[in-house]
């Protein structure tokens, strides 16, 4: 199939790139937030093309994915179609709702024009959906090429922009675990955490926008992932930090409950317990390998790069097809 994505999330579009079709991602000059274009920062196959709004007019086109509500008129325009109508719509939502939880309604709530897919169970629920068809295709990584080795007694963090969003990524909590070891923290918008959490650079370095396979390689070095977000979908860092082998301390919310095993390290919404079992993480390196061969098999076994293709497949197969 010809599939016109937007470059939106990096981590799951350089995912959904790398199955059997050809996928048409916009790009403009400016490369700005609807044309993006291509990863620059990840291993993108050849199948994933660029795309201008001129191009797209005179191009076949089997379905459109959409991820955010504006794409549906843009898509329309660039098209020269009704999204939905003229060419199948699949609307994929990556985020827990905001507002009024569990009442936020979706803005694709009540369409029958598109179908509504969830990127966990946890989503699915809480939004408001309304009459709209849903689906879930829960996420799948490419497995990094590096494993865990653990040899540094310090913590990896992975966070975009952990100084606006605070207390929904859990960036005021990490203070309290900066007093059991060093913390690494990487991601967007990274810099100056430290001075911002009053903790001197000894105890947390920002590490911002290092490329995936760098990070990945840094991270495996590191003796546990923290995963303390108390608002967020399933980030797919955490996945990629349990794929590579990392024991995971990790806050039982949201869809980290479904992820994240016991064994793995530890789930809790006590960060008492949370705090213990990082302590015990960087005492006993042999507790951390076991706990992070848990995290392994589990991510490995959920959120397979192929379990998750082959998903989408079925997916873009049955809407497509009921369109003829």
């Known amino acids: ?3 016109l994505v937007w470059h939106v999330h990096g981590s799951w579009t350089t995912s959904f790139v790398h199955g059997k079709h050809r996928y048409l991602v916009p790009v403009t000059p400016d490369r700005g937030p609807y044309g993006l274009g291509r990863a620059r920062t990840y291993p993108w196959p050849d199948s994933a093309v660029e795309v201008t709004p001129q191009q797209l007019r005179r191009a076949e ?4 994915l959409l991820q955010r509500p504006e794409e549906f008129d843009l898509a329309c325009e660039w ?3 009704r999204v939905g109508r003229d060419v199948p719509a699949i609307y994929v939502e990556h985020n827990t709702p905001k507002g009024d939880v569990p009442n936020t309604r979706h803005p694709m709530a009540d369409r029958d024009d598109l179908l509504l897919t969830h990127v966990t169970g946890f989503n699915e629920l809480f939004w408001d959906n309304g009459g709209t068809r849903t689906a879930v295709v829960e996420h799948g990584v490419v497995a990094p090429a590096v494993e865990w080795t653990g040899e540094l007694e310090r913590f990896a963090v992975v966070i975009n ?3 606006r969003r605070w207390r929904v990524t859990g960036t005021d909590l990490l203070p309290r675990f900066a007093e059991i070891a060093p913390l690494d923290v990487y991601g967007m918008g990274v810099a100056g955490l430290a001075d911002r959490l009053r903790l001197p650079p000894e105890r947390l370095t ?3 926008d290092v490329p995936q396979h760098a990070m990945h390689a840094e991270l495996a070095r590191r003796r546990a992932y923290l995963h303390l977000c108390r608002w967020t979908s399933l980030g797919l860092s955490l996945i990629e930090a349990m794929t590579i082998g990392m024991p995971v301390v990790a806050l039982a919310a949201t869809e980290a409950v479904e992820a994240v095993p016991p064994s793995a390290g530890a789930l809790s919404t006590r960060v008492d317990v949370l705090l213990d079992a990082a302590r015990g993480l960087v005492e006993d390196p042999a507790a951390a390998r076991r706990a992070g061969a848990a995290a392994r098999a589990a991510a490995r076994d959920r959120y397979g790069l192929e379990r998750f293709l082959a998903d989408w497949d079925r997916l873009l197969e049955e809407e497509v097809c ?3």
């Open 322 to 324: 009921a369109s003829r």
């Open 61 to 64: 086109v089997d379905v459109v």
């Open 206 to 208: 920002s590490h911002d």
């Open 79 to 81: 098209l020269g179609r």
């Open 1 to 3: 199939m010809n599939i």
């Open 161 to 163: 922009e952990p100084v």
